[in-house]
Each structure stands twice: as C-alpha cells, then as structure tokens.
C-alpha cells in the first residue's frame, strides 16, 4: 500500500526514538550478548590463567600482614601492662634490627626519621594525655581503642600499590596513645610507642620484597600468642580464618571477576555511546 509505513530496522541506539515499543528486545541483540558471555570476551584474563588469582593472594597477604602487624600492638601492650614484662630490651633489639635492615637505603633513613620525630613528639605529650586520662575508666579506654581499632582496620587499602594514608597512620597513632595512657612510667610508654612505630610504619616497608616470610613470621607470634593466652581451640579457629582468606578467597573472587563482573563489563559495551543533547 501507498500509504503504509515502513518501519526501520532496530538499532543499538538509546537516544533516539524508534518505532519500538520501550520493552522490544531484537533477537539479533540477543545473540549478540550471548556471544559476548560464551566467547570469553571478559574484563579478566580466562579462568585457567593464574596470574590475577597471584596478584590477588599477593594484595591479600600484604592486607592480612597489616592486620598482623596490628595485633602486635595489643600483644604488646599486654605483656607490658598485665604481665609486667621490662620492655627495655625488645625495644633495643628491634631497634638494631630495624637500623641493621635501613642501612644502606636513603629512603629508609628518611622514613626512619620522621618516625623517630612522631615517636619523640608523642613521648613528650605522654605526661599530658596520662594526667587528662587519669579518670578515665579502663572499661572507656578498652571500648576506645576497640573502635579505632576498627576504624584503622577500615581505612587499610589491600593494594599493594597504594600508600599508607595519613588516616591510616593518624588512627594507628591514636590506638596507641590511647593504650599508652594505661601503662605506669614514661619508661614503658616510650617503648610502647616505638615498638608499635617500628612494627607497623617502618618494618612493613623493609619486608615489603618478602612478604609471605613476613607473613610466616608473624602468623607465628600471634597465634603462639592466641595458643598460650586463649588456648589451643582459639588458635586452630584463627588458623582456618586464615588459610580461608590466603587461600581460598582469592579463588573466589577471580572467578567471580571473570565469569560475573567481566560478562557485566563487556555486555555494557554492546551499546553505541554518545554524548547526550541538552536542548
């Protein structure tokens, strides 16, 4: 018929209006997606690469040597403040450790440096925040430290081409001025302080070409420390949270990237961009 519209063939176009129904769904871009998902068109690599799942475990076991070296503050702080170990000569130690590891690196002087100024800084405030925290109930500065805790927890980045930020190391510092505030002379706070810095600001960054020994060691402390303070159940639970996070989450979350996340990415892409027209 002469007066019969014909209709155009639907395209892969959001902005302009055809002669479709909102709800049409062409089966040729059916077809298209589901090329697109059994291809191997995807974000990842394939899943029988094991490159992300390294990278991956690589970013976790530096996230979890974090919190390891975080669980170190508290491991410290009770064997001085309950056990009344003399922190003296761990400091003293760790200390030529730690000048042994900087000694022929310029960027660890550095960051030596300006840690033993914090350190110092601190040290000096200890008397003032001691007085202003005298009537303070221990139950209040438990409960403090537990969620600066938290909060430093929370502002750690997995990557491991991301640098500490100055959140991070500002909540860190807070957690141990806090529980600093606890202990009995300006001897023990001073080497509270330090080896808390050492642990989680300076040695981090030494070990770094090493991570997994890293690991290894301090996944021994803590839980020979779970083992001896809560007993052996607690520390076979913790073991298996571990071997979990290390082992088996990365699997997880490569396989979720590729096979979820990367068929998402890659279906976006099915539609033609454009810039929009304001009128």
Not at 53 to 62: G, H, K, N, P, S
Not at 120 to 133: D, G
Not at 246 to 269: C, D, H, K
Request: proline letters at 5%; glycine letters at 2%.
């Amino acid at each position: 018929m002469m007066g019969e519209h014909k209709k155009e063939p639907w395209k892969r176009i959001l902005w302009i209006r055809q002669d479709y129904p909102d709800n049409y769904t062409d089966p040729e871009f059916i077809r298209h997606a589901q090329r697109l998902r059994y291809k191997g068109k995807y974000a990842w690599p394939s899943p029988t690469s094991a490159t992300p799942v390294v990278q991956v475990r690589t970013d976790l076991v530096l996230f979890y040597n974090k919190l390891l070296s975080t669980s170190l503050v508290f491991i410290a702080f009770n064997f001085i403040y309950h056990y009344k170990v003399d922190p003296l000569p761990y400091t003293i130690a760790l200390t030529v450790f730690i000048l042994y590891l900087s000694w022929k690196s310029t960027r660890r002087w550095v960051d030596l440096r300006s840690s033993l100024v914090i350190t110092f800084a601190m040290l000096t405030l200890s008397p003032v925040l001691k007085s202003l925290s005298k009537t303070t109930a221990s139950n209040s500065i438990w409960t403090l430290a537990f969620w600066l805790t938290l909060a430093y927890v929370g502002s750690m980045s997995p990557n491991s081409a991301s640098q500490t930020s100055n959140l991070s190391t500002n909540l860190l510092l807070a957690i141990v001025t806090v529980l600093a505030s606890r202990l009995n002379s300006s001897t023990q706070v001073f080497c509270f302080l330090f080896i808390c810095i050492q642990l989680n600001l300076i040695l981090p960054k030494l070990v770094v070409f090493n991570t997994r020994l890293y690991a290894l060691v301090l996944s021994t402390i803590v839980f020979t420390y779970v083992i001896l303070a809560l007993g052996l159940s607690y520390a076979v639970v913790a073991w298996c949270l571990s071997s979990f996070y290390i082992f088996v989450l990365p699997q997880w979350f490569v396989y979720w990237q590729t096979n979820y996340r990367g068929y998402e990415a890659s279906l976006s892409r099915v539609w033609e961009s454009q810039r929009p027209i304001l009128d």
